[in-house]
């Protein structure tokens, strides 16, 4: 009876320990969980405002690159939506103020994405596509003749924010000798632009991984308070999806595929079905 006993209890004993370490293994896989949405989620993104002051004091090196978001239809090639040219005035200016100093090197401007799912694509009087990208570039240029054309590039792929990122890592970042990055957008926009390029930047698979990211956020001028709280809306509900995708696709190649297979926007598959619906308000928001 003695032995019967002593066999149950160690029986007992095996059965908890195992439980323990299964309880171990699964708090550490939440904890790593945790982690990584809050490496993607801090708040680590500075007002235009701010960086501006810093980079005139000189308390900061200038950016290799700013890196400027698209943001809705431009009314022409000189024209993006009043909320993006806050963003354009923002890069033109960190350049103009390294060229003043007469920094040995300047930093170069990339401007992003072909259009938005949104609202139908800007067309040129000569029937061509009129990108976003351009007309940010065109704005700057045309605001800021101290800019030198040569110093701005084109990412005109994209049509949401993680093509922006994806692409502005693929086919430029990676091919420049580039590791301090500014990116620049709205303020409601900025959160979930951040965790979106901290993810693509530090995805395996590109040429290096080195990137040293710094995002700035602009002023939500040209919309309305109600715009604005649509997109901010929006916006947070889309930054879970978010989440999920980066723990989903961990490489530069797993991300290329998601986009040319899976996301509406790229693949063969989203040219037969219907975009995504949103209100009224988040359309306006998109538009100049």
Known sequence: MQGRNATTRNKIIQGAFVFGIVIILLFSFNLQ?????????????????????MIASSSTS???????????????????????????DFAAEVYIHAKEREEKTLPMIVT????TAHTPQAIKENGLPMWEASASAGYI???????????IL???TSYDTIGNAYFARAQICDQMPWENIWVVTSDFHAPRSKTIFDWVF???????????MTYVSTDNVGLTEVEVSARVKREARSMQNVYKLAKKYPTMRDIALFLLRDH?????EGLFKEGEKVSEDVKKSYRS
């Open 202 to 212: 530090s995805a395996d698979g590109g040429s290096k991984k080195n990137y040293r």
């Open 112 to 115: 992003l994405s072909a259009g």
């Open 264 to 268: 509406n926007m790229y693949s063969v």
């Open 62 to 88: 200038t950016p290799d690159v700013i890196i400027v978001l698209g943001g809705g239809r431009p009314k022409s090639l000189y024209e993006p939506p009043i909320f993006v040219k806050n963003r354009c």
């Open 141 to 151: 240029v045309k605001k800021f003749p101290g800019v030198n054309p040569k110093d």
């Open 154 to 156: 084109q990412e005109t």
């Open 33 to 53: 969980t945790s982690n990584k949405e809050e490496s993607l989620s801090q708040n680590t993104i500075m007002p235009s405002s701010s960086a501006l002051k």
